[in-house]
């Protein structure tokens, strides 16, 4: 998976009723999307250095880091890494 421009690439890697597995490709320039989802969602990044804005709250996250973000949790991506560019994994659980 290439690194896009700009804003992120979503990549279904397994999906099953409940459950959803992304892999995630971040470009520099992440769109400022709030994001407040019905279902929990677990992050992981697999490579680079971001900041996410979880519920009022800054989260650094190097490689390696994880985070769960229960279900209605109002959060989006505030920064990513270009050098290397940000690679995530997200585990959606509970979708439709």
């Known amino acids: 998976m ?10 279904t890697l397994f999906a099953r ?4 597995i992304e892999r995630i490709v ?3 320039a992440p769109e400022p ?7 929990d969602e677990w992050v992981c990044l697999l490579q680079g250095e971001a900041v996410l804005w979880i519920d009022g709250e800054r989260v650094r ?3 390696g880091d994880y985070r769960l973000i ?3 949790t109002p959060h989006r991506v505030e920064s990513t890494s270009t ?9 959606h659980v509970g979708t439709p």
């Open 83 to 91: 050098e290397p560019a940000c690679v995530w994994l997200a585990v």
């Open 2 to 11: 290439q690194v896009p421009a700009e804003g992120e690439c979503f990549e």
């Open 70 to 72: 229960p279900a209605q």
């Open 26 to 28: 971040s470009s520099a």
């Open 17 to 20: 009723p409940g459950a959803r």
């Open 61 to 63: 996250l190097r490689a």
């Open 33 to 39: 999307v709030d994001y407040d989802q019905p279902h």
